[in-house]
């Protein structure tokens, strides 16, 4: 029998690199399965219950130095990467222990990191980086920018304070009409959870490159009225926009893209959200979406031309999209 520390890690680790949207716990027993070569239907209940509590641990935030993520890593696969790497920290000696060092030379002393060194190597984290959130957001965190690490802890400390977790099935959330207001139904999966969050948030990069020194100051100035204002709109436990705050059209730079997008968009230099847009404009007017799976679109002529796909997922797109942008100009 397959022990649960064993389970518990690999668990873990099919979490770390799946599509948290698409796979269900019935796939993840069945690649333990496979990996352990063992019969688990006895311990199905366990493996559900791990699942459900990587899923909903707060998530820790990782340290600036032991992260390498790269900026222009797809955001949905990054936030499927943050939501699982909560305790995911703990040494392999144990907290607090030190690994043994047998007959080894003394190591030499690391040179003390310098205020600069110290300020890129947080600036490069992409966990660690302010985000700019969306109005509906921004209105229940109580500030316009915000880690993604932070929200993530925040929006699960106020599923578990409201009890909005669906007792017979943990992994759903019943939204009441704060959560209705960013996830726009009234009940979401775990899994799905994140990937909507994940469009709520952008970059500085994505928002025309201001600085973090920027960012921060933009940040302090808007904090104290919004947060006054979402505190209320908990205590009262409603959705109000009163309180909400419009945001500003995003300055985003136009791209040099390739011949086979220039002759979709019908110009040949064109901003990311700019070539989104009018993507889903293409797809909504022809009705390309898969009526059973709305997450799936159907590639006509000129999409087979981007894509070089058939069919292709909503989150996917992006990807296949990315290396039609040549350089900005």
Same mark, same amino acid.
């Given at each position: ?161 409201? %009890?909005?977790? !669906? /007792?017979? $099935?943990? +992994?759903? *959330? @019943? =939204? &009441?009409?704060?959560?209705?207001? #960013? ?103 022809? %009705?390309?979406? !898969? /009526?059973? $799976?709305? +997450?799936? *679109? @159907? =590639? &006509?002529?000129?999409?087979?031309? #981007? ?23």
């Amino acid at each position: 029998m397959v022990s649960e520390s064993e389970l518990h890690h690999a668990i873990k680790e099919i979490l770390k690199h799946a599509d948290l949207e698409r796979i269900t716990p019935k796939q993840i027993r069945g690649q333990l399965e496979d990996q352990f070569n063992a019969d688990l239907t006895d311990q199905k209940s366990y493996i559900k219950d791990v699942i459900t509590r990587i899923l909903t641990e707060p998530a820790e935030e990782p340290d600036p130095e032991d992260d390498n993520s790269d900026d222009d890593e797809d955001l949905q696969s990054e936030e499927e990467e943050h939501v699982t790497k909560g305790g995911r920290r703990a040494s392999a000696n144990g907290p607090g222990r030190a690994a043994p060092n047998k007959g080894r030379a003394p190591a030499k002393p690391k040179p003390k990191a310098t205020a600069a060194g110290s300020a890129a190597k947080k600036k490069g984290s992409a966990f660690m980086k302010r985000m700019q959130l969306s109005s509906e957001l921004a209105s229940f965190m109580g500030t316009n920018f915000c880690p993604r690490t932070e929200v993530v802890k925040q929006m699960w400390a106020y599923i578990k304070e409201n %009890d909005l977790q !669906n /007792p017979r $099935d943990k +992994r759903e *959330i @019943l =939204c &009441d009409d704060q959560l209705q207001a #960013i996830f726009k139904r009234k009940k979401i999966n775990m899994f799905k959870m994140n990937k909507v969050l994940a469009g709520h948030m952008k970059t500085y990069e994505d928002l025309g490159g201001q600085s973090d020194g920027e960012t921060e100051r933009m940040e302090e100035a808007a904090t104290p009225k919004q947060r006054a204002t979402t505190t209320k709109k908990r205590k009262a436990a409603t959705a109000g926009a009163a309180g909400k705050k419009e945001k500003k059209p995003a300055n985003h730079p136009p791209w040099r893209i390739s011949s086979e997008l220039a002759a979709f968009v019908g110009k040949d230099r064109i901003s990311r959200p700019g070539a989104v847009k009018a993507l889903w404009e293409h797809i909504k007017g022809e %009705d390309l979406q !898969n /009526p059973s $799976d709305r +997450r799936e *679109i @159907l =590639c &006509d002529a000129p999409l087979r031309a #981007i894509f070089g796909q058939e069919k292709v997922t909503a989150f996917s797109m992006n990807k296949y999209l990315s290396q039609h942008f040549i350089e900005k100009v």
